[in-house]
């Protein structure tokens, strides 16, 4: 994913050291997703309330911070 996403989106996979480097990356396997959320709002909604999501959390949203 080339899309720059926001600074305060985040997912468990950050906190853990084996898995940080892929932790805002898509899911490889079908059918997989991870919980993501908004550490502005400590919840999976953004914001702006809209959900915060891997493919949610970019440039153009209201709330987005590069």
Do not use: V
């Not at 997912?11 to 997989?32: D, N, R, V």
């Amino acid at each position: 994913m080339n899309t720059p996403l926001c600074k305060y989106l985040r997912t468990k996979k950050m906190f853990i050291p084996a898995h940080e480097a892929e932790a805002l990356t898509e899911p490889t396997e079908s059918g997989a997703d991870a919980f993501y959320w908004c550490n502005c709002t400590l919840s999976e909604i953004g914001s702006d309330d809209k959900p915060a999501h891997l493919r949610a959390c970019i440039p153009g949203r209201t709330c987005f911070k590069e």
